[in-house]
């Protein structure tokens, strides 16, 4: 016979040892509990498998040439991204330079205590709002509000600036230039989201140094608070550009679509992103597996971007948390 | 973890050596954080019916001690666990043993109050719950709570939060919440640390209330307390000789022997306030 | 910082060191202007926002009318009509998405946070929901088209819901991790003491007070999702019709949405579908900024004793 730990308890207690049941669920659930996390990792695996299982055909036709091939004739059966891929790069970079200016500067401005707490809340509560506008809202105002205002000056920078490659073209409707503006917009928050952390976790006695040294506020926040928190906007401005070529919306809307590689911000482009927007749904058979060659190149360039951004972030953290103790 | 609920016969207990009923009977030989050894060498016997107390300074080990007894420990990464602990002649350590079946019986009372967070009554009848008692509910809460002498204090207010209570009340709803299931012994580690002179009264008293009931085994710094509810002291002292910071047990005796003439020149010194 | 050295170390006796703030050192100029740029840097940046909420009132609210929700779009020529079908669509996918996200992501985190939070395959799984925070939603579009468009055969608002469900994951997840972990150790400990099962610690104490962290996750997820076109464009395609038609339900039919239907009518040149995109900017916004500030209401419900 098994002896229980009950014993000789006391008479009206009513402790007793989980239950079969208790114990059966307790089993159940946890292993529940690993299945699903494993399913995160044979999800992620899956997709890569899907969508290069489905591009395999054309990349055996294809080849290395449809990466630099710049013509896109779907009657012919001539596929060429390399201006898509040009268009994301430029668009992306573009973008990043305005947005991760605009970024920086806000998260400095934000946590510097250049304003009373109370006026940096709504100010973070708006650029934060900036992030929860749909991408296709921010299309649709490109269309009927940024390409108008930007046209006359576009046009009179062209007319009299036109010898500069940025702007040897006019600016007729959708175009690089309202493109990448307003994709800027939509990288902002997480910039500046991600460089307010970095700032934020410089620790305080550094800056009480750098002013204690007789440091004004911006030599403090360029020679001490910027550069110790470096490396954690440097991997905010990563994230940002992955968050950029992978854009879908607001490019397909505004970019103009057209199978080009040129400098000029004025022209229209075409972008990975864009083109599998406006091409996917009336693809043929021929053009579908085409296409997701097309997007196999987009994964792999976001996968490269963002595991680059993920890693510096991990370092960032590692370098606080080791500088801190 | 190992899943059952019985424990087969062979384990079998080692006999009393003193003769009197000890519910736990712990002996440590080594035990492991990690790398660091924190305790060794320590026999700790836990009577029946009677308050045991552990004191001696910071750092000497009597919480992990304390939290062997109910394999709380357990869940510490890289714990490790060389000796026995007894509890009614079967070790708790034994590989088919269910540390979540201990814990039943031998209930917890942390320094720290921790209510969760929900109502008075539904904390107390937690553990009820737990244990899937159906019946007399409502009475079983309310003799808890007048067990932990809460309730003329909260008797009107049970769907209130239990976080909205002082932190003695707090720390009386955690006896309460401990005693509702009735375990055989009650663990506490520094009970009355987060508490006011009056509210360390209250719990004071109502340990010698419930040693009529219960075995109770106490963490505690201050040694007055000590004197005034253990009927058993256990004296542990960190030794440093061999480079680390391991505790152990120095003392182990009735309470007024061990303050009044204790053995042990570092106990002499530890209770004169030679060092704390 | 040479300046003013030199003017504080000319020791006449008489000569004061200067304390008072003057535009006139440069350093103090340059420390101005900074600030100056980036304080209007950060209100030019505010100008989008108010230019966005500005057309979508001016321009959408116009067309405000309670046909919008009964009736379905009207064609090119036509006037009038509604989107009542895209709202029925997006809360519809939405709903499948967060039926698949939402128990996926919470029982992950449970174990990303309770049952192994240190073991690799824990670091594996955060590992890869970070790569699908960044995943590019029209990747998730065309996973969904080859998962699952082309093994049913037909456009659908189920495979547009598992498009949505992959953006979905890695916030609830993440966020569920966050608020998890958030639940303070003594409580748990607690409930270990009184001899409950890590199952039974996780249900009866753990996850009721990470409820309110894990539901603005959920909210923040369900926002994101219900604004994403390019997931939806080529899974549920878009429809003119009701997914309700004759009491059946049209489950496996493309599926118009809101977001879809704001891209189709945002290039024609036909004068009421704009009216008709702009209405639907309107809507879709009002419903992300009321699922988003709900979400933050929550946020700040979260018991942190
Ligand atoms: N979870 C843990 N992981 C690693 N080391 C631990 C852990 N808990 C305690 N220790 C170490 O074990 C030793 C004994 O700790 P313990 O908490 O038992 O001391 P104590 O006597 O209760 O002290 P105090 O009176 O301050 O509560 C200490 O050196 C401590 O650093
Ligand atoms: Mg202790």
Same mark, same amino acid.
């Given at each position: 016979?098994?002896?229980?730990?009950?014993?000789?308890?006391?008479?009206?207690?009513?402790?007793?040892?989980?239950?079969?049941?208790?114990?059966?669920?307790?089993?159940?659930?946890?292993?529940?509990?690993?299945?699903?996390?494993?399913?995160?990792?044979?999800?992620?695996?899956?997709?890569?498998?899907?969508?290069?299982?489905?591009?395999?055909?054309?990349?055996?036709?294809?080849?290395?040439?449809?990466?630099?091939?710049?013509?896109?004739?779907?009657?012919?059966?001539?596929?060429?991204?390399?201006?898509?891929?040009?268009?994301?790069?430029?668009?992306?970079?573009?973008?990043?330079?305005?947005?991760?200016?605009?970024?920086?500067?806000?998260?400095?401005?934000?946590?510097?205590?250049?304003?009373?707490?109370?006026?940096?809340?709504?100010?973070?509560?708006?650029?934060?709002?900036?992030?929860?506008?749909?991408?296709?809202?921010?299309?649709?105002?490109?269309?009927?509000?940024?390409?108008?205002?930007?046209?006359?000056?576009?046009?009179?920078?062209?007319?009299?600036?036109?010898?500069?490659?940025?702007?040897?073209?006019?600016?007729?409707?959708?175009?690089?230039?309202?493109?990448?503006?307003?994709?800027?917009?939509?990288?902002?928050?997480?910039?500046?989201?991600?460089?307010?952390?970095?700032?934020?976790?410089?620790?305080?006695?550094?800056?009480?140094?750098?002013?204690?040294?007789?440091?004004?506020?911006?030599?403090?926040?360029?020679?001490?608070?910027?550069?110790?928190?470096?490396?954690?906007?440097?991997?905010?401005?990563?994230?940002?550009?992955?968050?950029?070529?992978?854009?879908?919306?607001?490019?397909?809307?505004?970019?103009?679509?057209?199978?080009?590689?040129?400098?000029?911000?004025?022209?229209?482009?075409?972008?990975?992103?864009?083109?599998?927007?406006?091409?996917?749904?009336?693809?043929?058979?021929?053009?579908?597996?085409?296409?997701?060659?097309?997007?196999?190149?987009?994964?792999?360039?976001?996968?490269?971007?963002?595991?680059?951004?993920?890693?510096?972030?991990?370092?960032?953290?590692?370098?606080?948390?080791?500088?801190?103790? | 973890?190992?899943?059952?609920?019985?424990?087969?016969?062979?384990?079998?207990?080692?006999?009393?050596?003193?003769?009197?009923?000890?519910?736990?009977?712990?002996?440590?030989?080594?035990?492991?954080?990690?790398? !660091? +050894?924190?305790?060794?060498?320590? #026999?700790?016997? &836990?009577?029946?019916?009677? %308050?045991?107390?552990? @004191? *001696?300074?910071?750092?000497?080990?009597?919480?992990?001690?304390?939290?062997?007894?109910?394999?709380?420990?357990?869940?510490?990464?890289?714990?490790?666990?060389?000796?026995?602990?007894? !509890? +009614?002649?079967?070790?708790?350590? #034994?590989?088919? &043993?269910?540390?979540?079946? %201990?814990?039943?019986? @031998? *209930?917890?009372?942390?320094?720290?109050?921790?209510?969760?967070?929900?109502?008075?009554?539904?904390?107390?009848?937690?553990?009820?719950?737990?244990?899937?008692?159906?019946?007399?509910?409502?009475?079983?809460?309310?003799?808890?709570?007048?067990?932990?002498?809460?309730?003329?204090?909260?008797?009107?207010?049970?769907?209130?939060?239990?976080?909205?209570?002082?932190?003695?009340?707090?720390?009386?709803?955690?006896?309460?919440?401990?005693?509702?299931?009735?375990?055989?012994?009650?663990?506490?580690?520094?009970?009355?640390?987060?508490?006011?002179?009056?509210?360390?009264?209250?719990?004071?008293?109502?340990?010698?209330?419930?040693?009529?009931?219960?075995?109770?085994?106490?963490?505690?710094?201050?040694?007055?307390?000590?004197?005034?509810?253990?009927?058993?002291?256990?004296?542990?002292?960190?030794?440093?000789?061999?480079?680390?910071?391991?505790?152990?047990?120095?003392?182990?005796?009735?309470?007024?022997?061990?303050?009044?003439?204790?053995?042990?020149?570092?106990?002499?010194?530890?209770?004169?306030?030679?060092?704390? | 910082?040479?300046?003013?050295?030199?003017?504080?170390?000319?020791?006449?006796?008489?000569?004061?060191?200067?304390?008072?703030?003057?535009?006139?050192?440069?350093?103090?100029?340059?420390?101005?202007?900074?600030?100056?740029?980036?304080?209007?840097?950060?209100?030019?940046?505010?100008?989008?926002?108010?230019?966005?909420?500005?057309?979508?009132?001016?321009?959408?609210?116009?067309?405000?009318?309670?046909?919008?929700?009964?009736?379905?779009?009207?064609?090119?020529?036509?006037?009038?009509?509604?989107?009542?079908?895209?709202?029925?669509?997006?809360?519809?996918?939405?709903?499948?998405?967060?039926?698949?996200?939402?128990?996926?992501?919470?029982?992950?985190?449970?174990?990303?946070?309770?049952?192994?939070?240190?073991?690799?395959?824990?670091?594996?799984?955060?590992?890869?929901?970070?790569?699908?925070?960044?995943?590019?939603?029209?990747?998730?579009?065309?996973?969904?088209?080859?998962?699952?468009?082309?093994?049913?055969?037909?456009?659908?608002?189920?495979?547009?819901?598992?498009?949505?469900?992959?953006?979905?994951?890695?916030?609830?997840?993440?966020?569920?991790?966050?608020?998890?972990?958030?639940?303070?150790?003594?409580?748990?400990?607690?409930?270990?003491?009184?001899?409950?099962?890590?199952?039974?610690?996780?249900?009866?104490?753990?996850?009721?007070?990470?409820?309110?962290?894990?539901?603005?996750?959920?909210?923040?997820?369900?926002?994101?999702?219900?604004?994403?076109?390019?997931?939806?464009?080529?899974?549920?395609?878009?429809?003119?019709?009701?997914?309700?038609?004759?009491?059946?339900?049209?489950?496996?039919?493309?599926?118009?949405?809101?977001?879809?239907?704001?891209?189709?009518?945002?290039?024609?040149?036909?004068?009421?579908?704009?009216?008709?995109?702009?209405?639907?900017?309107?809507?879709?916004?009002?419903?992300?900024?009321?699922?988003?500030?709900?979400?933050?209401?929550?946020?700040?419900?979260?018991?942190?004793?």
């Amino acid at each position: 016979m098994a002896i229980t730990l009950e014993g000789d308890v006391p008479i009206d207690s009513v402790a007793s040892p989980p239950s079969r049941l208790d114990i059966a669920g307790d089993r159940t659930f946890r292993g529940l509990t690993y299945v699903f996390s494993w399913m995160t990792i044979f999800l992620v695996l899956y997709i890569v498998y899907e969508i290069a299982g489905k591009a395999f055909p054309a990349i055996q036709e294809y080849g290395f040439g449809f990466v630099t091939g710049t013509t896109w004739d779907a009657n012919r059966g001539e596929f060429g991204v390399f201006p898509e891929i040009w268009g994301t790069l430029y668009s992306s970079i573009l973008a990043l330079m305005l947005g991760g200016f605009f970024g920086v500067s806000i998260a400095i401005f934000l946590t510097q205590d250049f304003l009373p707490p109370k006026l940096e809340v709504v100010f973070k509560n708006i650029v934060e709002l900036l992030a929860a506008i749909p991408s296709v809202v921010y299309g649709l105002w490109g269309i009927y509000v940024v390409i108008p205002a930007l046209r006359p000056t576009a046009n009179w920078v062209h007319e009299h600036l036109g010898w500069i490659p940025f702007f040897e073209t006019s600016l007729s409707g959708p175009g690089m230039l309202p493109a990448a503006m307003v994709l800027s917009i939509m990288i902002l928050p997480t910039i500046s989201a991600v460089s307010r952390d970095a700032l934020c976790s410089v620790p305080h006695r550094l800056k009480e140094a750098a002013f204690g040294l007789g440091a004004t506020r911006w030599e403090a926040i360029l020679g001490v608070i910027l550069p110790t928190s470096a490396t954690g906007i440097f991997g905010a401005l990563v994230l940002g550009f992955g968050r950029a070529l992978g854009e879908t919306m607001a490019l397909a809307m505004l970019v103009g679509n057209s199978n080009q590689v040129s400098l000029s911000l004025f022209s229209p482009a075409n972008t990975l992103a864009a083109l599998l927007a406006n091409n996917f749904p009336e693809a043929g058979k021929l053009e579908e597996g085409v296409l997701m060659y097309a997007a196999l190149i987009l994964m792999a360039i976001t996968l490269l971007v963002n595991l680059v951004g993920t890693a510096i972030m991990n370092r960032a953290q590692r370098r606080l948390s080791g500088g801190e103790r | 973890m190992i899943m059952t609920n019985t424990l087969d016969s062979s384990i079998v207990a080692e006999p009393n050596t003193n003769g009197k009923n000890v519910v736990i009977d712990c002996k440590i030989r080594n035990l492991y954080y990690g790398k !660091f +050894r924190a305790v060794r060498d320590s #026999h700790i016997p &836990v009577e029946e019916g009677q %308050v045991t107390a552990f @004191i *001696g300074p910071s750092g000497c080990g009597k919480s992990t001690a304390l939290r062997c007894l109910n394999r709380m420990n357990d869940l510490v990464r890289g714990f490790r666990f060389d000796g026995h602990v007894h !509890f +009614r002649g079967k070790d708790i350590y #034994h590989r088919n &043993v269910d540390p979540v079946a %201990v814990r039943r019986y @031998i *209930g917890m009372v942390f320094q720290q109050p921790n209510p969760f967070a929900m109502s008075i009554y539904n904390n107390v009848a937690f553990g009820l719950r737990l244990n899937r008692v159906k019946d007399d509910i409502p009475e079983r809460v309310e003799s808890a709570l007048r067990g932990a002498a809460l309730w003329d204090e909260v008797k009107d207010k049970l769907k209130n939060s239990g976080l909205s209570l002082s932190g003695g009340q707090q720390q009386r709803l955690c006896i309460a919440r401990a005693i509702a299931t009735e375990p055989t012994v009650l663990l506490m580690d520094e009970p009355c640390s987060a508490l006011d002179p009056i509210a360390t009264r209250r719990i004071e008293e109502l340990m010698t209330e419930l040693k009529e009931k219960y075995t109770i085994a106490v963490v505690t710094h201050n040694l007055q307390q000590a004197q005034r509810v253990a009927d058993k002291t256990a004296f542990m002292y960190v030794d440093t000789s061999d480079g680390g910071r391991t505790g152990y047990l120095v003392e182990y005796e009735d309470t007024g022997q061990l303050f009044e003439d204790p053995k042990e020149e570092y106990t002499k010194q530890y209770i004169r306030g030679e060092f704390s | 910082m040479s300046n003013q050295i030199e003017i504080t170390h000319s020791f006449a006796g008489v000569d004061f060191p200067q304390l008072e703030r003057s535009l006139r050192h440069p350093r103090t100029l340059v420390s101005s202007l900074l600030s100056l740029l980036t304080g209007f840097v950060t209100v030019v940046a505010c100008v989008p926002l108010f230019s966005v909420l500005f057309m979508l009132i001016y321009r959408g609210g116009k067309r405000l009318s309670l046909s919008l929700f009964t009736q379905t779009p009207p064609s090119a020529f036509e006037s009038g009509g509604g989107f009542g079908n895209a709202i029925v669509g997006t809360l519809t996918m939405v709903g499948i998405a967060a039926l698949i996200s939402v128990p996926f992501g919470v029982l992950a985190a449970v174990f990303l946070a309770e049952f192994g939070p240190k073991s690799k395959t824990a670091s594996a799984v955060r590992f890869c929901a970070k790569l699908l925070t960044g995943f590019p939603s029209i990747l998730a579009g065309v996973f969904a088209y080859a998962a699952v468009v082309l093994m049913t055969g037909s456009y659908s608002a189920p495979a547009g819901g598992v498009a949505l469900s992959i953006l979905m994951l890695p916030i609830v997840m993440l966020t569920a991790e966050e608020s998890i972990k958030m639940v303070p150790h003594k409580m748990k400990e607690a409930a270990i003491g009184m001899g409950a099962t890590q199952t039974q610690v996780v249900w009866r104490v753990t996850l009721p007070s990470a409820m309110p962290g894990m539901l603005t996750g959920v909210m923040l997820a369900v926002a994101r999702a219900s604004g994403e076109t390019a997931p939806l464009l080529f899974t549920a395609l878009n429809s003119n019709y009701w997914i309700m038609q004759d009491g059946n339900l049209a489950l496996m039919e493309p599926t118009a949405s809101l977001a879809v239907l704001i891209f189709n009518f945002s290039g024609v040149p036909f004068e009421s579908q704009i009216e008709l995109a702009w209405a639907a900017a309107l809507v879709l916004v009002l419903i992300v900024l009321a699922v988003n500030i709900g979400g933050q209401v929550l946020s700040r419900k979260r018991v942190t004793r």
